[in-house]
């Protein structure tokens, strides 16, 4: 079964926008970490934010922020004043339990643009 | 500079031969992680790391092989048991595997000819 959905292919973004991508989970672990990561034309995987399944507050990290829902199973990321650089592929990932060693599942990703 | 390093970023495997990836990382991360993904797809693992010497499958462990024999490297081999090895391949480390973040490689695109 899919752990880790995200339902938007891609979106257009206009330059200095704000944009919400959607991460919906499936766990019955009550601890669990919830991660982004972008991935530029290059390929690397860039960490962009960390949120886990006990913090109380939702995680911020300059522009990007996450929107965790938990009781809706939902950890959405909100890029705010989209940038050109800001033009990538965006996964949403799951680590399930405190011994998992680290184990990530990732979604499909969705493929953001940011226009002029 | 600390990071992880992948090489070679372009490899080129022709039918029924052996190839090796290699993972090096300055970190001094404990574990380290392989993970295939295929156009349009997110990661999958593949094979994993928590110390040296030892290692454990991931979810699509068949027709790879790994070893750990230091610390700081991480070598993949995809063996001619791997029917569709045509993907772009990344490794990734952690301090130990209960941390946060996973620091991830460049990454070696694998074509078959």
């Known amino acids: 079964a899919q752990k880790i959905t995200q339902t938007q292919p891609g979106m257009f973004v206009q330059e200095k926008e704000a944009v919400t991508l959607d991460c919906t989970y499936d766990?019955?672990?009550?601890?669990?970490?919830l991660f982004w990561y972008k991935q530029p034309s290059s390929g690397e995987m860039i960490f962009l934010i960390y949120?886990?399944?006990?913090?109380?507050q939702n995680a911020t990290e300059g522009r990007y922020s996450l929107n965790f829902q938990k009781a809706r199973k939902s950890a959405n990321l909100v890029i705010s004043a989209s940038q050109l650089g800001d033009s990538a592929m965006y996964f949403c990932?799951?680590?399930?339990?405190?011994?998992?060693?680290?184990?990530?599942?990732f979604g499909a990703g969705t493929q953001v643009v940011v226009t002029p | 500079d600390g990071g992880i390093t992948q090489s070679p970023k372009y490899l080129f495997r022709k039918e029924g031969q052996n190839v090796t990836l290699s993972c090096e990382q300055n970190l001094n991360h404990d574990a380290m992680y392989w993970y295939r993904q295929d156009p349009g797809q997110g990661l999958r693992l593949i094979y994993y790391?928590?110390?040296?010497?030892?290692?454990q499958k991931g979810d699509i462990a068949e027709g790879y092989s790994v070893s750990r024999e230091k610390k700081e490297s991480f070598p993949l081999t995809v063996t001619s048991a791997q029917k569709n090895p045509t993907a772009f391949y990344l490794c990734?480390?952690?301090?130990?595997?209960?941390?946060?973040?996973?620091?991830f490689g460049p990454g070696t695109r694998l074509l078959v000819l």
């Open positions: 990734a480390s952690t301090p130990d595997g209960r941390q946060e973040t996973q620091y």
């Open positions: 990932a799951m680590r399930e339990g405190t011994d998992s060693w680290g184990k990530l599942q």
């Open positions: 766990t019955s672990d009550p601890s669990y970490g």
């Open positions: 790391s928590q110390i040296v010497n030892d290692f």
């Open positions: 949120q886990g399944s006990y913090d109380q």
